[in-house]
């Protein structure tokens, strides 16, 4: 057995000593391959800790960067040696070489000497103000390692810091900005955050009018005489800082051009200005625009600024924000110039390009939703942006498709879909009473109608009509909020087949699918994310939402399902349920290119009143392509509940109204447009209440020993237009076993067939799981 275990020991040295000689074969002849930069930091003046984050500072500075490598292989490098020199741009040989390959770093590309000043400028910067650094190379075989050493001596720390102390209203300004200084006394010297402070000044002054300020026109002088590696920082405006950007400006006229044409520019504004007729005026605005296209409110509720308003940049860049976010213009353009009558005034310009008033367009989609279905809509969508000249967006679509389920065992038979929507958005809050949204984003009031037929094939088929009203607005760039004042949603079956009938009386619960369903009431949803910060390591989305139905009626007619009171409308048992949801995820920059992605799902849902449960369109699932990869979708519970239908001809939709779902998945990129993953899933649902046709679905304090778990490998394409997403998952424990059998990783035997077929599941999906 050892004599085994060493020949393969000594074929896998033997294959990665060829894979290794083979990258350097193919180099050009007297080139050697450079494989890297080493920097070591000689310095006994500062702590171990310092000199080693100083050296990895100094070793991302390096250039050029070496061939990159995986599981440290230049698999890249092999591969443009594989490829050869193509003979024309396409064909296998081209793709190797050009989009999976990548040419040899070769040492003729290094400049020691380069780097070495680089090293030395670096370290000044930070504050070693006595650096020095010297370059050398060591050879082994075709391969050169450069070698750094850097003696920074110790760092320069600052002492003090002077602010402007002059008596003019610019340098009091300034002074008065000092609270919230970057920079600190006793923290080392670092030119990055003098840069940095300069802006911050800038920021502050800009706020106070002074428009034509710049960080350029500041200065931090370094004096270093102080002693004791210390130093002075002196805060001064540069004596050739023009007078305009000493100056204190406010809002005159505030002029707007809401049909500005790119094409016809100035000419067309000259023709508009001496039409009389063109222009309007309305509060502290001038509307040039003959044609009348929009209602003068609109910029009254969009704009910011108004006349005799001291400049500050925030309202600067908030009213071209909601001009932006009112989906009515192409292009949006502003312009301040100093007023011809009036000292220290600014006329404000707005130049607006609007979209086609009407558009419609034809998309064809992939899908997947969360029941593992993968498929495809064909939808036609018309737009009316400026219904009623209040930048309103009118909206009809009409759409159809069909949904497939190719991840394991087929979950129902295939779904086809045809359906309406139309809506109507204002840019604004419509309300009995008077709101007001102070972010950069434009409030919205949106109401919706729409009709869906679904027909499941051999199964049954479903009509839902559906309507909501409400409001969506944002804070900031990372906090949203929804609000709908009312939805409803009518479902009715149709043409239930005698084989879905039959699964019922083997399986009453499946009845809870094609029941008439009416809801109605409020939902709000809050998200919170910075995913769009890619400059953090850390960085986390939330969502969370809460859904009622029929609190407020239920109320009123006293119904009780429990003692026989059930109130109907048009027929229909209204559904009365509070429903809360949380979905929290957080991601970890691992490198460049990898990270660690990780979610929790949180759920609760409890009918009362008119209901014993939640409908099932609003019940919790678990399992699928987005959820728990290595279980079939909504296969998973609820509880330790397992179902099995007559011939194993379909697996019924399994829902709860208790959901506790966790997944962790590491992501990092292989090469090209191919990023790989390894990820675990775990979760399951619970009944609320104990149901004794599911025994083990009640939720109870044994919850965490119900848990499904499940692991696997993914591979993601990423197309740019499209990221395509494959994972192979297999569960490693089942909560449907006896509870001491339940982990099932003795089981796992990739070489037997019925194991593979049983537990394997391949999901075939569109954009990442969370």
């Known amino acids: 057995m050892r004599t085994k275990k060493l020949y393969y020991f000594l074929f896998l040295v033997a294959l990665l000593t060829t894979w290794s000689c083979s990258n350097t074969r193919h180099l050009p002849e007297g080139e050697l391959l450079y494989v890297g930069g080493k920097v070591k930091v000689i310095d006994s003046s500062i702590s171990r800790n310092e000199r080693k984050a100083l050296e990895k500072e100094l070793k991302g500075i390096l250039r050029p960067k070496p061939n990159s490598k995986i599981l440290g292989l230049r698999v890249k490098l092999f591969f443009y040696n594989l490829a050869g020199e193509p ?87 300034i002074f008065l900005t000092q609270d919230k200084t970057l920079l600190k006394n006793g923290d080392g010297y670092d030119f990055n955050t003098i840069k940095a402070e300069r802006n911050r000044i800038d920021a502050r002054l800009k706020e106070q009018g002074y428009y034509y300020f710049g960080p350029d026109y500041l200065k931090i002088q370094v004096d270093s005489t102080v002693g004791n590696y210390q130093t002075d920082l002196i805060i001064k405006v540069k004596e050739e800082t023009p007078e305009q950007a000493k100056k204190v400006y406010t809002i005159g006229k505030i002029i707007i051009y809401p049909n500005y044409s790119l094409k016809e520019g100035n000419r067309k504004i000259n023709q508009l200005e001496k039409d009389t007729t063109a222009v309007e005026y309305y509060h502290d605005f001038t509307i040039i625009d003959k044609d009348k296209l929009f209602n003068p409110r609109i910029f009254d509720r969009t704009l910011y600024f108004h006349k005799g308003d ?56 992939g899908k997947t939703n969360s029941a593992n279905y993968t498929g495809s809509e064909l939808s036609l969508n018309w737009n009316n942006r400026n219904t009623f000249k209040g930048a309103e967006l009118l909206a009809f679509s009409l759409f159809g498709g069909m949904e497939f389920q190719i991840s394991g065992q087929n979950n129902g038979y295939n779904i086809y879909r045809i359906g309406s929507e139309a809506s109507l958005i204002w840019p604004r809050f419509i309300a009995p009473f008077k709101l007001k949204s102070s972010s950069g984003f434009v409030p919205k009031t949106k109401a919706t109608i729409g009709y869906e037929f679904q027909k499941r094939e051999q199964l049954y088929a479903l009509n839902s009509f559906k309507g909501s009203f409400g409001y969506l607005w944002k804070e900031n760039i990372r906090k ?24 019922i009386a083997l399986n009453p619960t499946l009845g809870k699918v094609i029941e008439k369903q009416l809801i109605f009431g ?5 998200t919170y994310t910075n995913t769009t910060e890619t400059a953090k390591k850390h960085t986390v989305y939330y969502k969370g939402t809460f859904d009622t139905s029929g609190n407020l009626a239920g109320i009123l007619s006293n119904a009780n399902v429990k003692k026989g009171d059930t109130t109907k409308i048009l027929n229909v048992a209204f559904s009365q349920f509070i429903k809360i949801e949380n979905d929290f995820r957080h991601y970890i920059k691992l490198g460049p290119e990898s990270q660690l992605a990780s979610r929790i799902i949180v759920g609760v849902g409890y009918g009362y009143g008119n209901s014993t449960e939640l409908p099932f369109i609003k019940q919790f699932f678990i399992g699928g392509t987005n959820s728990i990869r290595a279980f079939r979708a909504r296969s998973i519970g609820p509880g330790s509940y397992f179902s099995e239908t007559e011939n194993n001809s379909f697996l019924p939709d399994q829902s709860g109204d208790i959901k506790l ?30 149901n004794n046709e599911k025994p083990g679905a009640e939720f109870s304090k044994e919850f965490m020993k119900q848990l499904a778990v499940g692991t696997g490998l993914g591979l993601r394409f990423d197309l740019s237009f499209l990221l395509l997403r494959t994972d192979l998952a297999f569960p490693i424990r089942k909560p449907y076993y006896e509870d001491n059998q339940r982990w099932v990783l003795n089981e796992i035997d990739f070489g037997n067939s019925s194991w593979r077929k049983e537990n394997l599941v391949f999901n075939l999906a569109i954009g990442y799981p969370f």
């Open 522 to 526: 409020p939902s709000y949803s809050y």
């Open 87 to 173: 003979k024309k741009e396409k064909g296998i040989r081209y793709w190797l070489r050009n989009k999976l390959g990548e040419p040899p770093v070769l040492f003729s590309q290094v400049d020691l000497g380069y780097s070495r000043n680089l090293i030395q400028n670096y370290s000044e910067n930070r504050g070693y103000f006595k650096a020095r650094a010297s370059a050398d190379s060591t050879k082994r075989g075709k391969r050169v390692t450069a070698e750094y050493e850097a003696y920074p001596g110790k760092q320069y720390r600052i002492k003090e810091i002077k602010f402007p102390a002059d008596s003019s209203a610019l340098s009091k300004a």
């Open 310 to 365: 001291l400049y500050n940049r925030t309202n600067h860049n908030l009213s071209l924000n909601r001009l932006v976010n009112l989906g009515t213009f192409k292009f949006v353009k502003n312009q301040f110039k100093v007023s011809d009558s009036i000292d220290n005034v600014l006329d404000t310009y707005y130049y607006l390009t609007p979209l086609k008033k009407k558009s419609i367009r034809v998309e064809i989609l």
């Open 661 to 690: 779902q966790f997944n962790v998945e590491y992501r990092t990129k292989l090469f090209s447009i191919v990023k790989g993953a390894v990820f675990v899933d775990a979760g399951n649902i619970w009944l609320m209440n104990k």
């Open 480 to 503: 949203e909020h929804q609000l709908n004042i009312t939805n409803i949603n009518y479902v009715s079956p149709n043409n239930v087949t005698p084989l879905y009938k039959n699964q």
